[in-house]
């Protein structure tokens, strides 16, 4: 049975809502979005009419923290009040998932206490690339995710000779295992030896970089500081080309500037977090995992 659902666009992914309706054909709603003067938000979903008894999917990606979470409480508040059949929560970066255990005592697990509020809000939640994918174990309700490493590797795959996959660390592995088989070429892990008290070198675990087209592939670059020193120290061990990949590009201040100038030759990531790099959308992705409900 096909069902048809109706797309509530978040403040920041009316393009990507946008892109996803188009993709599926299913109604999207007109949103409205405002700030009153002491900086709480305002919400109005128009053709409010129209939900009574449907399935309802809320696009919003969580870049801009705080906001995105108030504005899915408000969203599911609307929803419920005009009768939803069910409410899909659809947040392609979700925020607060890297703090996905406690570091220190005395601390929360954030994404536990958010899943908690969630599991209440919505029916089922839908992201892609969670940083740990065992904070599923934190919702009441479905926990579904997807992958884009497949699409950015499929992005450069022509764009690099005698390529190779590295993660920045071990437990980003299994990404780039994933971004080597599109590609069809070795992976590997950097590694960070400590060479004297003050110097240290990344390097690929067990493979060379020289004369090979790199491709680094993690799911977040926040200040870049990590993918940076990776680079300045892989072009200085010979690779010939060097591209940065992250599905969600936050990119911090001034990361770009830090990737560009430890020797990236293109920096990407996609619209699941809006940036300059963004060339890659997660449309596709999303409309696959919607499928499944
Ligand atoms: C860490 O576990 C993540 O996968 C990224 O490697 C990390 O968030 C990158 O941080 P930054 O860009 O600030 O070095």
Do not use: W
């Not at 022509?158 to 070795?186: F, Q, Y």
């Amino acid at each position: 049975m096909v069902i048809l659902l109706i797309i509530v666009p978040g403040r920041n992914s009316q393009e990507l809502a946008h892109k996803v309706s188009k993709l599926t054909n299913y109604k999207l709603l007109r949103t409205e979005f405002k700030r009153f003067p002491d900086g709480e938000l305002y919400i109005r979903i128009h053709d409010n009419d129209t939900i009574k008894n449907e399935d309802v999917v809320f696009i919003q990606t969580q870049n801009n923290q705080n906001d995105s979470i108030v504005e899915g409480i408000l969203i599911s508040d609307i929803l419920r009040e005009e009768g939803a059949r069910s409410i899909t929560l659809v947040a392609p970066y979700l925020a607060y998932a890297r703090q996905d255990k406690k570091f220190n005592p005395g601390e929360p697990i954030s994404i536990r206490g958010l899943a908690r509020i969630y599991s209440q809000l919505f029916d089922r939640i839908i992201t892609i690339n969670p940083h740990e994918i065992h904070i599923e174990s934190f919702f009441k309700v479905p926990f579904i995710y997807g992958s884009a490493v497949d699409k950015l590797a499929s992005y450069v795959k022509d764009k690099l000779d005698n390529p190779i996959v590295l993660s920045p660390d071990k437990g980003a592995i299994n990404l780039a295992k994933v971004a080597s088989e599109v590609i069809g070429c070795e992976y590997d892990y950097l590694e960070k030896v400590r060479i004297s008290p003050s110097e240290i070198k990344v390097a690929p675990k067990n493979l060379d970089v020289k004369d090979k087209g790199v491709l680094i592939v993690d799911d977040i670059i926040s200040t870049g500081g990590t993918v940076a020193t990776a680079i300045k120290m892989l072009k200085e061990q010979g690779a010939n080309r060097v591209i940065a990949s992250c599905v969600h590009p936050i990119l911090i201040g001034d990361a770009l500037n830090r990737l560009y100038v430890g020797g990236a030759d293109e920096v990407i990531g996609t619209d699941t977090f809006p940036s300059p790099v963004s060339k890659i959308s997660v449309d596709d992705v999303i409309v696959e995992l919607l499928k499944r409900i």
